[in-house]
């Protein structure tokens, strides 16, 4: 059965020359969304009915979990390892074995932080993003000096789209004035409707303006204003 999403590069959400098996279902997936992407098509079709981007009743998700792959290149099953024992071909430019990652990094970097236990699109802890404690999550060093800190501000579902937020791909937004985060392109959406004020608490979503602007004008410049990295 070949890999779902599969070509020999990886999928359209990871560049990588293996798959992994889940260990919810024991099937091979390119990735743990190609996985779920999977499962949510099957949805009552009888098929597994575990998320791996999630977490079973707040345990480890499983693709935390994930001890074999299979190559893309020749085939060969093998426990997780950062190239292949078959062929010898890397399987990804980047590989974590806490995080059982494997992919090529875009121009922005990527980094493992300990504190948060996963991987994060930037540079590194110091170079382009800090980790705040208090928030339990990494932030810009950008945004560092008008940082709002929130207690455990992730761990918690976007109020826009109910995605969780602590271990999400997407690019996620956080209010300048109040610290709650939700996912960027739910700004934009939010913006587009006319409404720029945080769901959670009420307060205004963009920083100070000297004058009040369209929600065109606000859409557009949202963009500068996402300060997480992405998970």
Known sequence: MAEAGRDDEGCAHYRR??????????AFFVCHLCHDDHQAAQAGGGGCQVEMKGSVEGGTP?????????????????????????????????????????????????FHC?????????????VSHFHCDTCHACYTLESKASHKCVERALESDCPV????????????????HCGHALHSGCVKALFKSGTTKCPTCGKPMHPPLPLPLPPAALVNRAAGWAVLALG
């Open 17 to 26: 020359r293996c798959a992994v098996q889940a260990p919810c279902c024991g």
């Open 62 to 110: 499983p693709r935390y979990l994930v001890e074999r792959v299979r190559c893309l290149v020749c085939s060969l099953e093998q426990n997780v390892q950062a190239g292949c024992e078959g062929c010898g071909v890397s399987f990804g430019d980047y590989y974590c074995a806490k995080c059982r990652l494997f992919t090529s990094p875009s121009k922005a970097g990527i």
């Open 114 to 126: 300990e504190h948060c236990g996963i991987c994060r699109v930037g540079k590194g802890l110091g």
């Open 161 to 176: 789209c109910m995605q969780f937020l602590f271990t999400s791909p997407e690019p996620l937004f956080v209010g300048p």
